[in-house]
């Protein structure tokens, strides 16, 4: 039953990384996912795809890589992702590298800073959005952590 139970799991979570992250050759062994019940106040970094279904309160920092939030998922703070999709709820900055996408189930309130934005039909934005800091801030959050990786 249990194996039955997470081979389902599993293709959810390939069904919701092709919805929700970058084609680019993903390798399933390095997406990370926070599941629906979990709630996170803190910092969140990571060297791989992360997928959000739960509520993280706190700066979020996949500067390499994909952020993917999902339906019922809410993110507050700052995230900073190579790309980012929102499917739920996002208030505060959200800063990519490449994209930010807002899904028609998106719902985002705050600063988007990247070269690129889409909002599909139907998602709600409220903030502003500021496609010139990019890489300068990009480019400044890589320098700090490599000064001081425990201070983000």
Same mark, same amino acid.
Request: proline fraction near 3%; avoid cysteine.
């Given at each position: 039953? %249990? @194996?039955?139970? %997470?081979? @389902?799991?599993? @293709?959810?979570? =390939?069904?919701?990384?092709?919805?929700?992250?970058? /084609?680019?050759? !993903?390798?399933?062994? =390095?997406?990370?996912?926070?599941?629906?019940?979990? *709630?996170?106040?803190? $910092? &969140?970094?990571? #060297?791989?795809?992360? &997928? &959000? $279904?739960?509520?993280? =309160?706190?700066?979020?920092?996949?500067?390499?890589?994909?952020?993917?939030?999902?339906?019922? /998922?809410?993110?507050? #703070? $700052? +995230? *900073? +992702?190579?790309?980012?999709? &929102?499917?739920?709820?996002?208030?505060?900055?959200?800063? +990519?590298?490449?994209?930010?996408?807002? %899904?028609?189930?998106?719902?985002?309130?705050?600063? *988007?800073?990247?070269?690129?934005? +889409?909002? #599909?039909?139907?998602?709600?934005?409220?903030?502003?959005?500021?496609?010139?800091?990019? #890489?300068?801030?990009? /480019?400044?959050?890589?320098?700090?952590? @490599?000064?001081?990786? $425990?201070? !983000?």
């Amino acid at each position: 039953m %249990l @194996k039955q139970n %997470l081979n @389902k799991d599993t @293709k959810v979570l =390939e069904s919701k990384v092709s919805d929700l992250l970058p /084609a680019s050759n !993903l390798d399933p062994n =390095e997406i990370t996912s926070i599941g629906r019940t979990i *709630i996170i106040k803190g $910092e &969140i970094r990571a #060297d791989e795809h992360l &997928i &959000i $279904e739960g509520k993280v =309160e706190g700066h979020i920092s996949v500067p390499n890589h994909g952020l993917a939030v999902g339906q019922q /998922a809410v993110i507050e #703070d $700052e +995230a *900073i +992702a190579k790309t980012i999709t &929102i499917g739920g709820t996002a208030k505060g900055k959200l800063t +990519a590298v490449e994209t930010v996408e807002i %899904l028609d189930t998106g719902h985002v309130e705050g600063r *988007i800073v990247a070269k690129r934005i +889409a909002i #599909d039909e139907g998602a709600y934005f409220n903030g502003v959005v500021d496609p010139k800091s990019a #890489d300068t801030v990009i /480019a400044v959050h890589r320098y700090r952590l @490599k000064q001081n990786p $425990e201070s !983000l």
